[in-house]
């Protein structure tokens, strides 16, 4: 059944058959293969996927990235963190860094965060001198951060898949977002030292003060979403109908956003979230075809035999996820590789909101990987640089990624100590 679930599944993506279709047509094959096929089965869990609570956070979360887009929540941002750093040597790729942090706590989105910052800073660094390639590479690997530091939309596909906390899948990835900030600063370092470009000219106390006081509510939506959460006041559903309120009420103050762009914000968020929904639909259906076909009791069976020892079959499966990253887009790995390998490492005892943040990392590497990287896509298209230039500007700032994955397979204690604070 693992052979059966694999190879009709990869067959429909080869063919160009598109991913949510893919993964209903590789779980209808199995459960005819089982004699288990009903068509009122299929239905029932067709609008089970979709008819989930938790799943409302997502639309609001993306509302929030294309009103922080569009209302100018964006630039000031931006303009606060170059009043701080913008002038020393490779200033503007710090400002990258801080400013994609910033963006994490607001959207969730590696591809809004990516496309938001990419537009505001890589003309402006090309035109102070920087190397093209290394501030694409840059930027969009900033943009990963957003799906690891809450708010994280691809955490809540894996908390709604796998039963498991949402919350503390937010507060897990605190710290290792961070992490991988700090990583890419020292890697842009590095990189900085070898170009010979402008700084931003240098600014007073005051004009410090003004950036700060520009963008200080805005700075302030992180804060309120993580001590929400941690307080209990609101859920990740709710934290995202507070976000995206108090997204619109900032755009109304800074009056930046027409009313033009305010209806197609709604629309692309319509767009986006009908996508996300309805993969999210088609991925219930393959779990309960994975299920029935006991393909986790099998994968079981099989790794068992290989190794009983967690860090090792992390490291396996870690493997495993980073090719499947190289060729699939995050969303859908997430939904169907979920069900699957989350019964494999809790029955070694892996803790799953642990196992959680690793493959929503580990998969989030593969937006920035060739062929199928949805990242590089955006940095090539705002850059006008190919394939493969962008990759050769993103190189460091992988290692530092694969790296920092790497760790924290290694010194699981990095996650689970800072998450019993948090969650404590």
Known sequence: MILVFILTLFLFLLIGIPVAISMLSSAI???????????????????????????????????????????GVSKRIVEFASAFVGHIRGGLGYVAIISGVIFAGLSGSAVADTAALGAILIPMMIAKGYNKNSS???????GIIGTIIPPSIPMILFGVVGGVSITQLFMAGIVPG???ALGFVVAWYIVSKKVNSETLPKTNLVQKWVAFRRAILALLLP?????????????????????AVYAFILSLGYREMTWKQFSSVFVDT????????????????????ITVGQIPRELVDVLSGLTTDPTILLLLIMAFLFIVGAVMDLTPAVLI???????????????????????????????????????LYIGCSISKINMLDITKGIFPFLLV??????LLILVPEIVTVPLGWFTE
């Open 270 to 289: 319509a767009k986006t979230t009908g996508v996300v929904l309805f993969v999210a639909s088609t991925a219930v259906v393959s779990g309960y075809a």
């Open 178 to 180: 961070i992490l991988m």
């Open 136 to 142: 694409t590479g840059l930027v969009a690997a900033t």
């Open 401 to 406: 990624q694969v790296g920092i994955l790497i």
């Open 223 to 243: 804060a309120i979403i993580i001590v929400g959460l941690r307080g209990g006041v609101f859920t990740p559903t709710e934290a995202g109908v507070v976000a």
């Open 29 to 71: 094959v199995m459960l005819v293969v089982l004699g288990m096929f009903d068509t009122g089965i299929l239905g029932d869990y067709l609008i089970k996927g979709a008819n989930n609570f938790s799943l409302m956070a997502i639309p609001f979360f993306i509302l929030t990235g294309e009103i922080m887009n569009a209302g």
């Open 337 to 375: 590789f979920t069900p699957v390998l989350l019964p494999v490492v809790t029955a070694v005892g892996v803790d799953p909101v642990y196992f959680g943040l690793l493959m929503v990392i580990n998969l989030s590497i593969g937006l920035i990987t060739p062929p199928v990287g949805t990242v």
